[in-house]
């Protein structure tokens, strides 16, 4: 395993990888673990409780990677609509999870942030851990880890509607920057690459303003079975392909040369 503390980031050296290319932000749909742990004729939340491994392991990766900023997707807001019991597990599943690694992920230089609403049906406790875990991580110059939890694109755009009117911003002073300085980090880049997992290929409401413009790959591996050489293959796909943002590319034959 390479332990390669962040924010001292050297050459990425990962076979069939630019590093002159690497995306600033990743973000990860971390979908699949209720049908891996069916497979396995296990409940539901023995398919969480193993999707920890993936993680880690995926934020190893993107720490060998040297990405300034990974992103990933644990809880939405319609997750809510899934079992007490599953829900119950979630959270407490995630409170764990920020006990168990934040020390060594603060020690390693690595910021943690938390984005989503922070509403009455997220226990106190859990909101404390994160609020502290920020505040420890804070001054970290490494990789911005953010944890979207109780997010939904839809809401942070509603959020960001709200808190322009709150701020009297007149309606023909709206623009996407005003709207985007509104948005749950102002700071977070968006994603140049957006990965899910599960083979589903849909964006169940992840990061819906910022990823306008982001390269999506999708993969049929279940979330638990995510390691980071399945980050390094989307990383791979990622440098294949031809970004234009409604423009051309050098690569686009523009015509007229002669
Ligand atoms: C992703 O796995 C984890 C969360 C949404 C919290 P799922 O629980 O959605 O697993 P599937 O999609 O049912 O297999
Ligand atoms: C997206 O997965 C949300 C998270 C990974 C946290 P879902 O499993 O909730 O998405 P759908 O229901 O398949 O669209
Ligand atoms: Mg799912």
Request: hydrophobic share 35%; net charge neutral.
């Amino acid at each position: 395993m390479v332990h390669r503390p962040a924010g001292n980031v050297g050459p990425v050296d990962v076979p069939g990888i630019d590093p002159a290319h690497i995306p600033r932000h990743v973000g990860c749909v971390m979908d699949g673990n209720g049908r891996w742990a069916k497979r396995r004729g296990l409940p539901r939340t023995e398919g969480h409780a193993a999707g920890e491994d993936a993680l880690f392991d995926a934020v190893e990766g993107a720490l060998d990677l040297g990405l300034g900023w990974f992103t990933v997707y644990a809880f939405s807001t319609e997750n809510w609509r899934r079992p007490v019991d599953e829900v119950r597990y979630l959270m407490g599943f995630n409170e764990r999870i920020l006990l168990g690694h934040r020390d060594d992920l603060n020690e390693r230089g690595v910021r943690i942030r938390v984005m989503g609403r922070r509403d009455w049906r997220v226990p106190k406790r859990l909101i404390r851990l994160m609020d502290e875990t920020v505040e420890m991580t804070r001054h970290n110059t490494g990789m911005t880890f953010t944890i979207a939890f109780n997010y939904g694109g839809r809401a942070e755009i509603v959020d960001a509607v709200r808190q322009i009117v709150r701020d009297g911003v007149a309606a023909d002073r709206i623009t996407e920057r005003s709207i985007r300085a509104r948005l749950y980090d102002p700071e977070m880049p968006e994603p140049d690459l957006v990965v899910r997992t599960s083979g589903e290929y849909r964006i169940s409401n992840f990061l819906l303003w910022e990823l306008a413009y982001s390269e999506l790959v999708f993969t049929d591996v279940l979330w638990p079975d995510f390691r980071r050489e399945h980050l390094f293959d989307a990383v791979r796909e990622y440098q294949s392909r031809d970004r234009r943002y409604g423009g051309l590319t050098d690569r686009d034959d523009r015509g007229g040369g002669g």
